[in-house]
């Protein structure tokens, strides 16, 4: 599976951003994706899943109600929908995949990474 982020960019706090996850190289119906971030001097932290199969989903708590991760069959593509940014939002974001649908909230489950895409929040 290769998956390609993008989205990322520069917004002013309080604004939205959309973030996508392009997969190729294989069918995605049982796959669990996720997006985790990462701060400057701070450990990759998870932020949202989704299991594709089923379209259950998962936040952080630092997000509900903010973000909302989707996916379209159709594109093999997954979303983050992020509203009300804050600073604290600003990371670099990466989306994940893997076969696992427990210990979700944990990077070393996933097989797959995208490259990420960097996201920067002002106040």
């Known amino acids: 599976v290769q998956l390609q982020a993008s989205g990322g960019g520069l917004v002013q706090a309080g604004g939205s951003l959309r973030l996508s996850c392009a997969a190729s190289g294989r069918t995605l119906s049982t796959y669990v994706m996720a997006w985790f971030r990462q701060a400057p001097g701070k450990e990759r932290e998870f932020v949202s899943r989704i299991r594709w199969s089923v379209g259950a989903t998962y936040y952080a708590d630092s997000v509900k109600g903010r973000f909302t991760i989707s996916r379209d069959n159709a594109k093999n593509t997954v979303y983050l929908q992020m509203n009300s940014l804050k600073p604290e939002d600003t990371a670099v974001y990466y989306c994940?995949?893997?076969?696992?649908?427990?210990?979700?909230?944990?990077?070393?489950?996933?097989?797959?990474w995208g490259q990420g895409t960097l996201v920067t929040v002002s106040s």
């Open positions: 994940a995949a893997g076969l696992r649908s427990d210990y979700y909230t944990k990077p070393e489950v996933y097989d797959y």
